[in-house]
């Protein structure tokens, strides 16, 4: 099943990012797993049995938002376009096309209806600027994260000798990075260079992410092709000035090669290839154990946003002139 979705995902929506089609192929197969049922079908013939279930398994409305826009994007795959009539065409065949696409529409309206109701939910939840218990229970500390990081170092062995070493190691790499760089999960998608090893940064693939390693200055480049907001922003890079990283990646870089040649910078379990979008949350997920806590990448994200932006100062502000957050933002703060 995840192969017929993820084909005609990837052929409708060509010019999506991977990680936006990974994301809607997961949503969809999950959804139909939970039906358990093989008819892709259900998901516009029976959309409010769809929402029941959907409600029913996941407590987030941000979750059950990602799911409905999932589905429709895969819905509109499904619809089908009439175009000049075929003689050998009969008019049943033609109804029965005209009456495929108007379930696929109605099942569209019930779905999008659905996440305007979450929207507004949504709003009044950020307005808060609060924690949710899921979030309030996935959050770390500084202590935690050394305890995990700690936990992480001491697996390494001073030689990797074997898949098992490195993927130790691989973990200690993916820990370390996301409490740098806050990420999505297309760091999946990165290769791993040297700078002197690439002659034009504009011949490399767009289709790939990469970690650039420069000697000269000892900083690491991250350059984003693949990511969720591409088709808006284009590629992106981000310049990491961190020296303990850098010589952890340096070393990382010499074992990872002698197991692969494809130049990626997170294998999967049989290190024959690079690590898939879902494999990458659950490896980051699966740190949590070390402290009896479900983390997860998304949460790592808010964290370093939190971490990095005075939220109540910004509200004081806002509060004490008299205007929204928004308009604190956005009309009057400027750079200094």
């Known amino acids: 099943m995840n192969i017929i979705v993820n084909s005609k995902l990837h052929s409708f929506y060509s010019n999506l990012a991977k990680s936006t089609l990974a994301s809607y192929c997961s949503n969809v197969v999950k959804v139909l797993e939970l039906l358990k049922t093989k008819n892709i079908e259900y998901l516009y013939t029976n959309p409010n049995e769809v929402i029941k279930i959907i409600k029913e398994n996941y407590d987030e409305i941000g979750t059950h ?23 050998d065409e009969n008019e049943d065949d033609n109804e029965d096309k005209n009456e495929i696409n108007i379930k696929i529409n109605k099942a569209k309206k019930i779905y999008n209806d659905e996440i305007d109701i979450i929207k507004l939910e949504t709003k009044k939840k950020l307005s808060t600027f609060t924690k949710s218990k899921k979030e309030e229970a996935s959050w770390i500390n500084e202590d935690e994260i050394k305890i995990i990081d700690k936990y992480l170092l001491d697996k390494v062995p001073i030689e990797i000798n074997n898949l098992q070493d490195l993927k130790n190691f691989r973990n200690l790499i993916i820990f370390r990075f ?41 900083k690491i480049t991250y350059i984003l092709n693949q ?41 999967n379990s049989n290190g024959k290839g ?29 964290m370093d946003s939190s971490n990095n932006i005075d939220i109540k100062k910004i509200i004081n502000v806002s509060e004490r002139q008299g205007h929204s957050i928004f308009e604190s933002i956005f009309t009057y703060s400027k750079l200094k």
């Open 65 to 87: 938002k990602s799911k409905y826009i999932s589905i429709i994007a895969y819905i509109k795959t499904m619809a089908i376009v009439n175009e000049d009539e075929n003689e």
């Open 178 to 218: 996301y409490n740098i760089v806050a990420s999505r999960c297309e760091l999946a998608l990165s290769k791993l260079y040297y700078n002197d090893e690439i002659e034009d940064l504009d011949s490399l693939s767009k289709e790939n992410n990469y970690i650039i390693i420069n000697k000269a200055n000892k």
């Open 227 to 267: 990511h969720k907001n591409k088709n808006k922003k284009g590629s992106r890079s981000v310049a990491i000035s961190n020296k303990k990283f850098y010589d952890l990646l340096v070393k990382y870089k010499k074992a990872v090669e002698s197991f692969d040649n494809n130049k990626y910078l997170l294998l």
């Open 274 to 302: 690079n690590i898939s979008y879902t494999r990458l949350s659950q490896v980051y997920a699966s740190f949590g154990n070390i402290i009896k806590k479900k983390i997860s990448i998304r949460v790592n994200r808010k």
